[in-house]
């Protein structure tokens, strides 16, 4: 499992008072609701059948009061292809593959040239196209390459801009610039964080390869700050070759990191909880734990994917770990444009 391939599941919104993310209409958006703030929660293979035997086997869990207190739309869809890269672009920029140009995240360019090319003139288009961790400048290390030490412990001082992480020399090559082509260029649509950003609003998000940085959308600028372990990095002190994901254990402690940045960005401090700048008007996370659970037919003693019905998920599928519900946190369930 060399990557995470997984249909995006469900994607969650928590409003706690929604700033409109347009700059006309932010002030009658917040006089009207009073919404400030909208985190965005996607969970990796996370289907509406195992949201719903979810909350019917956890009535009193923070997924069932998010249900319960908001909305519960059935009739979304997943693009085509179904996967983690075009999935999230999708639900940060509303768009198709074939409006955003992100069909997957390992794909061919007829009009690129191959990564490395230095000289231009009377090179022949068509190229590889790799967004994942193939791009880090260590695809080994969680830190991706930025010389952290005390990993995984030190993770949270990661940079919050990884595009700094990535090795130019791995990236596509424009035939009319002669310059690398990084992930944010690709993408042919504008994010919900640049929206954000032109309204004069903070934005956050934290995600599971430096590639991830495609979310700041073509201007770049988009998302303030950016967290991004590496998760197909080898698990320190673990096997030879074992990444995050090969281990369902492993994939809720990486999940945690991100969780931590999250709620340091809730009591307004950056993912580092190093500079106060504010708690974001849209920020958020991954999950991977679903995912991996899914995936592996066995884990830390438990089994995984589903009971013949394909319904029930054995243990370690049925769990959603990470997603706490805090108490000395309060927000209200709502809708995001």
């Not at 990661?158 to 260029?185: E, F, S, W």
């Not at 919900?192 to 599971?208: C, I, M, N, P, Y």
Request: proline letters at 8%.
């Amino acid at each position: 499992m060399s990557k995470t391939k997984t249909a995006l599941g469900a994607a969650m919104v928590v409003a706690a008072g929604l700033t409109a993310l347009t700059a006309g209409s932010a002030a009658a958006g917040n006089a009207q609701n009073g919404v400030r703030h909208v985190l965005l929660i996607s969970v990796d293979g996370l289907h509406q059948q195992d949201l719903t035997w979810y909350v019917d086997h956890h009535p009193s869990s923070a997924l069932a009061a998010l249900v319960g207190r908001g909305v519960d739309y059935t009739n979304a869809s997943t693009p085509v292809p179904s996967d983690s890269f075009p999935g999230m672009v999708a639900q940060v920029t509303g768009g198709n593959p074939a409006t955003t140009g992100v069909y997957y995240d390992d794909t061919f360019n007829h009009a690129l040239l191959p990564a490395g090319t230095t000289n231009c003139a009377g090179v022949k288009p068509g190229v590889e196209v790799t967004y994942f961790e193939a791009l880090d400048k260590n695809p080994l290390s969680i830190d991706a390459g930025q010389g952290l030490a005390g990993l995984p412990g030190s993770i949270l001082n990661l940079t919050g801009n990884p595009r700094t992480l990535i090795d130019p020399a791995t990236l596509p090559v424009d035939p009319k610039t002669c310059t690398p082509v990084y992930p944010h260029q690709y993408l042919k649509v504008n994010t919900v964080f640049e929206v954000a950003r032109q309204a004069g609003l903070g934005t956050a998000w934290s995600d599971k390869h430096p590639a991830y940085e495609i979310l700041n959308g073509p201007s770049g600028t988009g998302i303030q700050d950016l967290f991004t372990p590496e998760i197909n990095s080898q698990v320190p002190g673990g096997p030879a070759g074992g990444d995050w994901t090969t281990d369902n254990a492993s994939t809720r402690q990486y999940d945690s990191y991100k969780v931590t940045a999250v709620l340091n960005e809730i009591d307004g401090w950056d993912h580092s909880r190093t500079h106060r700048v504010g708690t974001p008007a849209i920020f958020g996370m991954n999950f991977q734990t679903v995912s991996t659970g899914q995936k592996l037919p066995t884990s830390d003693g438990m089994t995984g994917g589903y009971l013949a019905d394909g319904v029930t998920p054995r243990p370690a599928a049925g769990q959603l770990a990470g997603l706490h519900q805090h108490p000395d946190r309060r927000v209200r369930v709502g809708t995001a444009p």
